[in-house]
């Protein structure tokens, strides 16, 4: 079966320090994968998607960076985190294009 | 326009009644959909796909109305566990990879 790792479960940075969250999923090959972002009492938002190893589309302008060095490996990155950037981030993986996702269990980010 | 667009609730129900959740999305072309559960300060959780023709799973029954772009969710004999926030979401395939977008979700609250 399939399994997605997310680490850490949470994490305190403080602003203009850089981030690092690591998501990898094992039991499947040549997934799509997904990092979204939630914050307080919204939705989610889609960040980065992935279909292969160095293959990353970015929804949204912002300070942060995605990079998939290996097939089932999704970083997330920022050189210098701002105050806006705490939330909830949430990487997914999904088969193939019509098939649903699922996520790991999230790292709840607190930049102060 | 949103791309998905769920009506925010809360509702607040009573143990046992019946209640609906409405979806519309915005781009014809998309092909898959789904509903998410998403418990609180955790990470969503597929609930069930949804078809053309219907379909049902126990006590919940999704619908699809591709004609006007729209999704529900009917859950049957609510119970108390059915608390959480249900999270719509639309499948797009882009011509390079599948891009899942989640409404930002109604909070549903079961009460005794």
């Known amino acids: 079966s399939q399994t997605i790792h997310q680490w850490p479960a949470t994490l305190v940075q403080p602003v203009g320090s850089p981030l690092s969250l690591e998501c990898t999923v094992e039991?499947?090959?040549?997934?799509?994968l997904y990092w979204y972002r939630q914050a307080a009492g919204r939705g989610l938002q889609l960040l980065f998607y992935?279909?292969?190893?160095?293959?990353i589309s970015s929804e949204v302008p912002q300070n942060l960076s995605a990079s998939r060095p290996q097939d089932r490996q999704f970083i997330l990155s920022s050189k210098k985190l701002l105050l806006s950037d705490s939330g909830f981030y949430l990487c997914?993986?999904?088969?193939?294009?019509?098939?649903?996702?699922?996520f790991g269990q999230g790292t709840r980010l607190t930049v102060v | 326009r949103k791309e998905v667009e769920q009506d925010p609730g809360p509702f607040n129900v009573p143990e046992g009644a019946t209640v609906a959740f409405n979806c519309t999305y915005s781009?014809?072309?998309?092909?898959?959909f789904f509903w998410y559960r998403q418990d609180c300060r955790k990470e969503p959780k597929l609930l069930m796909s949804?078809?053309?023709s219907g379909n049902e799973d126990g006590r919940f029954t999704a619908q699809l109305n591709r004609a006007s772009q729209y999704i529900s969710l009917l859950i049957r004999d609510s119970k108390l566990s059915d608390s959480a926030t249900y999270l719509c979401?639309?499948?797009?395939?882009?011509?390079?990879?599948?891009?899942?977008?989640f409404g930002t979700g109604t909070r549903l609250q079961v009460t005794l």
């Open positions: 997914a993986w999904s088969h193939d294009r019509r098939t649903e996702a699922f």
């Open positions: 039991g499947t090959s040549n997934p799509n």
């Open positions: 992935s279909v292969g190893i160095g293959q």
């Open positions: 781009n014809s072309a998309s092909q898959s």
């Open positions: 949804v078809y053309s």
């Open positions: 979401v639309v499948n797009t395939y882009t011509g390079t990879a599948s891009k899942l977008t």
